[in-house]
């Protein structure tokens, strides 16, 4: 009876250590799209800075790795290998995979006074008309990776009947980052552009007579453009500590630079109903047969 009770002891104490281990460990993945205005070196360098911070300051917590991904596909094949905990990725690419995903909606980025960020449509002040259908024919240029703002537009092409933005515009560009996607319409290289409103109020303060050249011609619903997801069986006490840990950051100066790095100023609990409007779109889109998503 010694024997077995010490065996059994044993084998507790070996299971105490594995989960252990492996609750002291956070391993991050993000996915390039979820960084739709940075360049791809920029993003890098913000999390390695991100990285070395959290690591410094919150050691307490467990080692805790960054890696950053091409695509959200990448992301779920190494969350299917048991190599992700916690997942950050575009919102249009969790519509497109949350059915094969195996894990929980986390937190959701928020951004400053807005809450989610919404889209607008910014065109030179001349441009005539003040509807969709009065653009036909227009020059447009839209942020390449900002994958939530092309659903909304495309989806209300299709709504009013219209083609999609490559055959509803007579040109169609896209830009790495917003500032240039503004600049195009206020030095008359593009008649409107689709950028977040809160590029748009960057620009306007930077730059006031950028707000008295343009003026918006449609603004879109608030929507998340980032979700945040944990691995199915990752601890609840883990998740808990890592979204206190995300919201302590804007609570010092040092902190507050590494969220503004990532264009956010704090995280809240995700809830399917944040993206439920979001998620409608996205399904008419794919019922109507968009093709360019």
Not at 41 to 69: F, H, K, M
Not at 109 to 126: H, I, K, M, N
Not at 143 to 170: I, K, S
């Amino acid at each position: 009876m010694p024997r077995i009770l010490r065996a059994l002891a044993l084998c507790m104490t070996l299971a105490i250590c594995v989960t252990g281990g492996a609750a002291n460990r956070i391993r991050i993945g993000f996915s390039m799209a979820s960084f739709p205005d940075v360049a791809s070196q920029d993003a890098r360098s913000a999390l390695d800075i991100w990285n070395q911070e959290l690591n410094t300051r919150y050691r307490s917590y467990g080692e805790i790795t960054t890696t950053l991904y091409p695509s959200a596909e990448a992301m779920a094949a190494e969350l299917d290998r048991g190599g992700l905990d916690l997942l950050i990725l575009a919102t249009v690419d969790y519509l497109r995979l949350e059915d094969r995903l195996d894990a929980d909606l986390g937190f959701l980025a928020t951004r400053g006074s807005l809450g989610f960020d919404r889209f607008l449509l910014v065109a030179r002040q001349e441009t005539k008309g003040g509807g969709l259908q009065s653009l036909r024919g227009s020059r447009f240029t839209y942020v390449r990776q900002e994958e939530v703002g092309l659903l909304y537009l495309n989806h209300a092409l299709l709504t009013q009947h219209a083609p999609e933005m490559d055959r509803f515009f007579a040109s169609t560009k896209p830009v790495a980052k917003s500032s240039l996607a503004l600049n195009s319409v206020y030095f008359g290289q593009a008649d409107l552009c689709l950028v977040t409103e809160s590029a748009y109020r960057t620009m306007t303060t930077m730059n006031p007579a950028f707000g008295r050249r343009t003026r918006i011609i449609q603004t879109s619903s608030q929507f998340p453009t980032s979700v945040s997801l944990f691995r199915r069986d990752y601890p609840m006490a883990m998740r808990n500590r890592i979204v206190e840990m995300v919201n302590a950051l804007r609570t010092y100066p040092r902190g507050a630079q590494l969220l503004a790095l990532f264009r956010v100023t704090g995280v809240q609990p995700g809830e399917k109903a944040m993206l439920a409007e979001l998620r409608r779109i996205f399904r008419d889109y794919r019922q109507m047969k968009g093709r360019l998503l």
